[in-house]
């Protein structure tokens, strides 16, 4: 497991802190103070996904929280716009979450400071009418403070999600 964070980390590192000015020292850690209940915190919020619960996803979320990447683009969701957007989802969906994998890391002195909690995994979201499914691998960077979390940005590809619906992709001519 050991092998796998450091792994992870540096992967992390080349992607988030792409300049490190002579000026400014920054640096990231995989082990610090409150990594365990960050994680904790994360992982609680997808398992409440998996049951549908988005009452205990909002609850993981600080009431400023903004959440972005849901429905593409640069989209961004306040705390009741991620409660309507999740109570829409789970009502036409059954979440159910695999492969995951959470990584707590921590930020200092970087325009990304904080602590941050990186979620991978798989999402396979089964239509309650159809039975149809859609697989979405899935990444997520949240940032935890005081035990909620304020910003989480969701990574996934759009373009599964719309083939998997019946949008065709034609190349220009």
Same mark, same amino acid.
């Given at each position: 497991?050991?092998? @796998?964070?450091?792994?992870?980390? #540096?992967?992390?590192?080349?992607?988030?802190?792409?300049? $490190?000015?002579?000026?400014?020292?920054?640096?990231?850690?995989?082990?610090? =103070?409150?990594?365990?209940? /960050?994680?904790?915190?994360?992982?609680?919020? $997808?398992?409440?996904?998996?049951?549908? =619960?988005? /009452?205990?996803?909002?609850?993981?979320?600080? =009431?400023?929280? &903004? !959440?972005?990447?849901?429905?593409?683009? #640069?989209?961004?969701?306040?705390?009741?716009?991620?409660?309507?957007?999740?109570?829409?989802?789970?009502?036409?969906?059954?979440?159910? !979450?695999?492969? =995951? @994998?959470? #990584?707590?890391?921590?930020?200092?002195?970087?325009?990304?400071?904080?602590?941050?909690?990186?979620?991978?995994?798989?999402?396979?979201?089964?239509?309650?009418?159809?039975?149809?499914? $859609?697989?979405?691998?899935?990444?997520? /960077?949240?940032?935890?403070?005081?035990?909620? !979390?304020?910003?989480?940005?969701?990574?996934?590809?759009? &373009?599964?999600?719309? &083939?998997?619906?019946?949008?065709? $992709?034609?190349?220009?001519?």
């Amino acid at each position: 497991m050991r092998t @796998l964070k450091m792994n992870l980390l #540096l992967a992390l590192t080349l992607l988030l802190i792409p300049s $490190i000015s002579k000026a400014q020292e920054s640096t990231v850690t995989i082990e610090f =103070d409150n990594a365990e209940t /960050a994680s904790e915190v994360v992982q609680n919020y $997808i398992a409440a996904l998996q049951k549908g =619960d988005v /009452a205990t996803m909002n609850m993981h979320l600080a =009431d400023h929280a &903004m !959440i972005y990447g849901l429905g593409g683009g #640069l989209d961004s969701l306040n705390v009741a716009q991620h409660k309507e957007y999740f109570k829409n989802s789970t009502d036409s969906f059954k979440h159910t !979450i695999t492969q =995951d @994998l959470y #990584l707590p890391v921590k930020v200092t002195n970087n325009w990304n400071e904080g602590e941050w909690v990186l979620a991978w995994g798989t999402n396979t979201l089964t239509n309650k009418e159809t039975a149809e499914t $859609i697989v979405i691998p899935y990444h997520t /960077a949240n940032l935890v403070e005081n035990g909620k !979390i304020v910003m989480s940005r969701y990574f996934y590809d759009m &373009m599964n999600v719309m &083939m998997a619906q019946g949008y065709k $992709i034609t190349a220009p001519e």
